[in-house]
């Protein structure tokens, strides 16, 4: 499974674009790029995921380069409930009903504190 | 989307007792569930799969007979921390692999203490 690295912390303000790079210098072919967002003292939750290129949702977008090793999730003007633990994970996930092969394995993440 | 309760979301026991913990996937079906724990401050680490039907496979490190895992049915699983110390207090969450393309679901965590 690949290794990621990501910064240990950000801090940003209202209204702000956050931008997190992640690197996973060792990505395999058949790796997806998975962004989840904890709080304290709750389940992480799906961000946003990607294979190449970019992928956007309502709430992120997400940069993959062409040689896919790091990705950047960018989140548009965060308010001060975007303030969490984001992190970045890479692993082989077949997508399907039911069930999956691989399992996710989490880094450090990255602290987002946004201020008013 | 897919929805992972997990339960209890807090429970404090005393040394030597056994605590069980439930996941369950309520609108789909899981033949897989991944059983995290979480010390504070610090990242998710995988500790075990379970796997319906068949026996749970744990990660290095991670005692079989302290956490014993069930996969009883295609939406329930159970961590059971048998004869819990002080040290087994953390933050334990559960995990259902990704159905479409939302990534994997988490259940909310249990907090268990250990007194």
């Known amino acids: 499974l690949a290794k990621t690295t990501q910064p240990i912390s950000m801090d940003s303000y209202e209204g702000q674009e956050v931008n997190i790079t992640c690197s996973h210098n060792n990505i395999a072919t058949n790796d997806y790029i998975t962004w989840y967002q904890q709080f304290p003292s709750q389940g992480p939750r799906f961000i946003i995921q990607?294979?190449?290129t970019k992928v956007t949702n309502e709430v992120a977008s997400l940069f993959i380069p062409a040689d896919r090793k790091s990705s950047t999730l960018s989140l548009p003007r965060v308010s001060l409930s975007d303030t969490a633990v984001y992190y970045c994970l890479v692993g082989a996930v077949t997508l399907g009903y039911g069930g999956s092969q691989g399992n996710l394995i989490f880094g450090k993440g990255t602290k987002l504190s946004v201020k008013p | 989307g897919a929805v992972v309760s997990q339960h209890p979301s807090r429970v404090i026991c005393k040394s030597g007792t056994s605590v069980k913990i439930e996941c369950r996937s309520l609108d789909f079906q899981a033949t897989t569930m991944f059983w995290y724990r979480q010390f504070p401050k610090q990242s998710l680490m995988l500790m075990a799969t379970s796997n319906e039907g068949s026996k749970a496979t744990y990660e290095q490190g991670v005692e079989k007979d302290k956490f014993l895992i069930n996969h009883a049915s295609l939406t329930l699983s159970t961590l059971t921390v048998t004869s819990a110390h002080p040290e087994d207090s953390s933050f334990y969450i559960c995990?259902?692999?990704?159905?479409?393309?939302?990534?994997?679901?988490f259940g909310s965590g249990t907090r268990l203490t250990v007194v």
């Open positions: 990607g294979y190449k």
């Open positions: 995990s259902a692999p990704p159905r479409g393309d939302y990534g994997y679901t």
